[in-house]
């Protein structure tokens, strides 16, 4: 089904277009949260709530965009506001833990281990993700969208409502912090 006839009977809560929708985009939408979250339950129940929210706004989609490119804005979108929801958590287990009602971090983060990887280069690919990890978001989105996904600038620009030059400095940029935080790594595997 080609995308316009998909949106208009999306539009029209036709079931069998939204298990369409599903079925192409969850892989995808998956990978991306997965990649920006870093915990495999965690990016499940995200990826359903990207479909809930593609389902019932629908309507607002106003296709000056592609679809996909919309499903990506929604799950990055999404996928911050965990973020920024799980760093209010941890703040207020650290403070909590300083207050004493509690001996450690409730929230302490398990290693991160991303399905595609394979098994020789899952120390190097832990160190990676943990260098994204702590980039700022924007550049951490646009990282992930353009390295990780394989999203062209273009599409990217468009998935986080910027500029193909603000994506092209955002990669520029986290390029550079990665550099650094695994310049550390790389000195240790050459001693």
């Known amino acids: 089904m080609e995308e316009e006839t998909l949106v208009i009977n999306l539009k029209n809560r036709d079931k069998a277009a939204f298990r369409q929708l599903v079925e192409t985009y969850q892989v995808r939408v998956y990978n991306t949260v997965l990649s920006l979250v870093q915990h495999n339950e965690e990016a499940e129940d995200i990826a359903q709530e ?3 929210e593609v389902y019932r706004s629908i309507e607002k989609f106003r296709e000056d965009s592609t679809l996909s490119t919309w499903i990506y804005r929604i799950a990055t979108t999404k996928s911050l506001e965990t973020i920024r929801k799980k760093k209010t958590q941890k703040r207020f287990a650290f403070i909590t833990s300083l207050l004493g009602k ?3 971090l409730i929230h302490q983060p398990a ?3 991303h399905p595609g990887v394979v098994a020789e280069n899952k120390e190097l690919a832990q160190n990676l993700f943990v260098a994204i990890k702590e980039l700022p978001d924007n550049q951490r989105i646009a990282y992930t969208l353009v390295n990780v996904e394989g999203l062209s600038y273009q599409e990217t620009a468009e998935a986080m409502n910027i500029t193909k030059s603000s ?3 955002l990669i520029f940029r986290s390029k550079r912090n990665l550099k650094k935080s695994l310049k550390t790594y790389y000195e240790e595997l050459d001693k």
Request: hydrophobic letters at 40%; charged letters at 40%; aromatic letters at 16%.
């Open 50 to 52: 990207v479909f809930i």
């Open 102 to 104: 509690n001996d450690e």
């Open 111 to 113: 290693d991160f281990e």
């Open 167 to 169: 994506v092209e400095s």
